[in-house]
């Protein structure tokens, strides 16, 4: 891009919404913070200072973090929430050119207001990556740890901090080495992270297969601290198309699809048979596919398509597991919800995803409302509020509970 082009681009921010009065007490569990410039200011060694990731100005006009040598842009359709969705897109976008509550948190809680959510998680955007891996995957280890760390204390104290009620802490992973990694988990559940981000396909990112027991001493630990595992989609850098032509419309339409493949994935390594109180959490893959994997799963062992019993447990299944160790988070899927019963009401969460191009910011509490509105209450409860709070252990107080939901079609 020249700076000429740069200089005709169109920035449009849209009239401030006006506050949602919807009736749900909501916890969103998929949004994602762009990380600010400030994002480790005063937190790493002195002797960091010139390897530090920062924010540069390109001869073009755009921004991007700069780390390693590599130039990582944040791309205008991972914070487009405030804009005209037909200015999101894969151009870098300027901090500027975002709704301030992509990376402020206080102007986060006030977007969060006027959206009616209570409480959010939120995935890390293009520095660390939505899987949390880039610094695992540092060129100097020493460093990339020292950053990983740095991160982690910026998202509990720097974003978290602020707003303990309303943010539910979310750390990124130590990759390199699943020892240190596992003392890490341990360490942060101590600190108060109760939810950990991990790639849903780590092999897709030159990391060892889920399909050995080289992250077990991670995932042992999550269990061991009831730290809950995130995996959300595309967070292995791998997201499905159909063809090399195809519109960017075929990658929104086929994104559940990623998320049912890297379930198969993680039941298949028998990463939750050998670990039975893990939780696992798939974010932004939508519910409706999950009857269909029952029926696949059901159909594969009683018609003796599959010889599953290597390393099963006798008395367990693989829909038995799915339906005990995952849960499963939803946008929009007014199918899902009418199977709520198959996939289990207790393992549904909902999410706005916010700032995404998909994201339902202002109007969730109205979107919810459509898919909702004629479902019972205690499943309206526990649905856009009740699971979440207990997946992650964070509770909404009696003067946060909105008013109760409507029961009549």
Same mark, same amino acid.
């Given at each position: ?31 994602? %913070? %762009?990380?600010?410039? &400030?994002?480790?200011?005063?937190? @790493? ?53 975002? !709704?301030?509550?992509?990376?402020? +948190?206080?102007?986060? %809680? ?9 409480? $959010? ?14 610094? $695992? ?45 596992? &003392? ?19 092999? !897709?990112?030159?990391?060892? $297969? ?5 992250? &077990?001493?991670? @995932? ?36 559940? +699809? ?37 029926? !696949? ?47 289990? %009401? ?5 999410? $706005?995803?916010?700032?995404?191009? &998909? ?33 992650? !252990? ?16």
């Amino acid at each position: 891009m020249t700076p000429d082009v740069q200089e005709q681009k169109t920035v449009t921010f849209l009239p401030e919404p006006e506050a949602s009065d919807g009736p749900y007490t909501i916890i969103s569990a998929d949004d994602h %913070v %762009v990380e600010p410039p &400030d994002t480790f200011r005063g937190r @790493l060694p002195s002797k960091y200072q010139d390897e530090t990731p920062v924010v540069v100005e390109l001869d073009d006009g755009t921004q991007a973090w700069r780390y390693e040598g590599e130039l990582l842009p944040n791309f205008s359709v991972h914070a487009t929430v405030g804009r005209p969705i037909n200015e999101s897109g894969l151009e870098p976008q300027r901090f500027e050119e975002m !709704r301030r509550g992509c990376w402020d +948190i206080h102007k986060r %809680v006030q977007d969060m207001d006027l959206n009616g959510v209570y409480a $959010s998680l939120n995935f890390p955007s293009k520095l660390a990556g939505f899987g949390g891996a880039r610094f $695992s995957l540092s060129k100097d280890l020493e460093l990339g740890f020292a950053l990983f760390r740095a991160y982690n204390d910026w998202h509990l104290e720097g974003w978290a901090g602020p707003y303990p009620d309303r943010i539910v802490p979310c750390q990124v992973p130590w990759l390199a080495d699943p020892e240190v990694g596992a &003392d890490e988990i341990r360490r942060n559940a101590r600190r108060g992270f109760h939810a950990v981000t991990f790639p849903d396909q780590p092999d !897709r990112l030159g990391l060892p $297969s889920l399909h050995s027991l080289h992250w &077990d001493p991670i @995932l042992r630990a999550c269990a061991e601290t009831d730290t809950v595992v995130c995996l959300h989609v595309g967070s292995g850098s791998h997201i499905i198309e159909p063809g090399p032509e195809s519109p960017a419309d075929t990658r929104t339409i086929l994104f559940p +699809i990623n998320a049912l493949i890297a379930s198969v994935d993680w039941l298949y390594s028998l990463i939750p048979v050998r670990i039975p109180d893990l939780k696992i959490m798939l974010a932004e893959g939508g519910i409706s596919w999950v009857p269909m994997l029952l029926e !696949r799963l059901e159909f594969c062992v009683t018609d003796g398509h599959l010889d599953y019993r290597e390393g099963w447990q006798a008395d367990i299944s693989p829909a038995d597991v799915l339906l005990r160790n995952f849960y499963f988070s939803s946008i929009y899927d007014p199918a899902g919800f009418a199977m709520r019963d198959l996939i289990g %009401v207790d393992h549904i969460l909902v999410e $706005s995803d916010y700032p995404h191009a &998909d994201s339902t910011w202002p109007r969730t509490q109205a979107v919810l409302e459509q898919q909702l509105r004629s479902l019972p209450e205690e499943d309206v409860a526990a649905i856009t509020y009740g699971n979440a709070a207990r997946l992650f !252990r964070h509770p909404v107080p009696e003067s946060a509970l909105r008013s109760a939901v409507s029961v009549s079609g």
